[in-house]
């Protein structure tokens, strides 16, 4: 499509389908990844009140928060704690990758044809661990201790 079209292309990408565990979530990011869109949104499965994915819920063990913005918790392939570090890790994704602050870094450390979900979760997890928090970062302080992490 960009080579015919000249179109941007921003990707999203849900975690928390029916039946999807974190493997198969990083799978499908990696895949994405290779195609190089502009960016990829990373989001979390919504089932709101009286929708088709509700005859999903039992079979695939899912359960979901009863208050908007009804994001899924957990499912029986794919925990909270899990869920949680998608979390993060998305939220990371937008502010290092997807907002284009650090495009200079991200070739140099997460080339286009290598698989990027592995080396990105580690990531944001010290990243969470360094800074107890994902938001209200400072970004001349993410920059230098993102390139420090990576080191």
Known sequence: MRR???AIVHADLIAGLPGED???FAQGFDRLWKVRPAEIQLGILKCLPGTAINRHIEPYG???NPKPPYEVLET???PAPDLDRIKNFARFWELIVNRGTF???IGQFFPPQTP???PFMALSDRLLERFGRNWGIDRRELRSVTLEELG
């Open 76 to 78: 029986a392939a794919l």
């Open 22 to 24: 974190m493997r198969s």
């Open 62 to 64: 899912m359960r979901f």
């Open 103 to 105: 495009a200079d870094m």
């Open 4 to 6: 015919e079209t000249g």
């Open 116 to 118: 990027v979900f592995a």
